[in-house]
C-alpha cells in the first residue's frame, strides 16, 4: 500500500512565524493527498486536500502543493498564530480496496504569543 | 446534523473485562472506520466496514470485533481487554472509499484505559 512520512515534531514557534511541516510520500500512481489537524481533546478534521498532481490545497492561510516530482505535499502558513497550536497529520489513501486512510505520525506546533 | 459521534468519550476498565464502543453518524455514508491513536504512532485501522452488514480487518485487528447492523452504526467490541490497548479511539466516516476524493470525518474520540 501507499505511505506517508511527515517531519516529527515537535515544533515551536514564535506568533507571526513562517511553518513548514515536511511530508513525502510513496504511491501507486498519485493518490489525493490530505491534511489533517487536532486540535487539543478534539478528533481529526480535514485541513486541506489535493487530488491530483500540481494541485495546491489550501485553508485557514495554510496551504500545501501536491509535487510529483518530489513526492512531496509540505504544509506551509505565512504567518502562525498561537490558535493554530494543534498536531498535524499528513495521510494518502491506503490504495487498493481498503479506503482507509494512511497517516503520518503527526506533527505537534506549538505558538508561542 | 450531528456529524460522527462516539459513546463513550472515556473508560477505564481492568484487564479482561469486555466493552462496547458505539459510533454513530448521521450523513449516510457507506463506509465507516475505526482507528487507534497511540503516542508516536499516528491512527493506525483496526477494522473496516464498505455497507451495512459488512465488516473487514485493518492493520491491527488482533483482540478487537466489530459490527455493522445498521448503516448509522459502528459497533467496536473488547472481549477480553489487555493493558496494550490503552489508547485513544477514533471512529471516522466517508461517502465513498477514502481513497482518492472523499473526505473522512472523524468523531471527538475514546480514551480507554486498561489497568
Known amino acids: 500500500g501507499n505511505s506517508v512520512t511527515q517531519m516529527e515534531g515537535p515544533v515551536t514557534l514564535s506568533e507571526e512565524a513562517f511553518l513548514t511541516i515536511n511530508c513525502t510520500y510513496t504511491a501507486t500512481g498519485y493518490p489525493s493527498l490530505f491534511w489533517y489537524v487536532q486540535y487539543p481533546g478534539e478528533g481529526l478534521q480535514l485541513l486541506l486536500k489535493a487530488t491530483k498532481a500540481d494541485d495546491k490545497g489550501s485553508n485557514k492561510g495554510f496551504e500545501a502543493t501536491y509535487r510529483k516530482e518530489t513526492t512531496s505535499f509540505h504544509l506551509e502558513k505565512g504567518s502562525v498564530q498561537v490558535s493554530d497550536s494543534a498536531v498535524y497529520f499528513c495521510?494518502?489513501?491506503?490504495?487498493?480496496?481498503?479506503?482507509?486512510?494512511?497517516f503520518g505520525k503527526g506533527t505537534k506546533l506549538s505558538v508561542k504569543p | 446534523n450531528a456529524g460522527v459521534t462516539q459513546t463513550p468519550k472515556f473508560r477505564v476498565l481492568k484487564t479482561g473485562q469486555s466493552m462496547t464502543l458505539l459510533c454513530a453518524q448521521d450523513m449516510n455514508h457507506e463506509y465507516m472506520y475505526w482507528y487507534r491513536q497511540d503516542p508516536g504512532m499516528g491512527l493506525r485501522l483496526i477494522h473496516y466496514s464498505v455497507g451495512e452488514g459488512t465488516t473487514a480487518k485493518g492493520e491491527v485487528p488482533d483482540g478487537y470485533n466489530v459490527s455493522r447492523l445498521k448503516k448509522q452504526n459502528f459497533l467496536l467490541g473488547l472481549e477480553s481487554a489487555a493493558p496494550s490497548q490503552t489508547s485513544v479511539y477514533f471512529c471516522a466516516s466517508s461517502m465513498r472509499r477514502g481513497a482518492f476524493t472523499d473526505t473522512q470525518y472523524f468523531g471527538p474520540g475514546t480514551r480507554l484505559t486498561v489497568l
Open positions: 495521510a494518502s489513501p491506503y490504495g487498493g480496496s481498503q479506503g482507509n486512510l494512511i
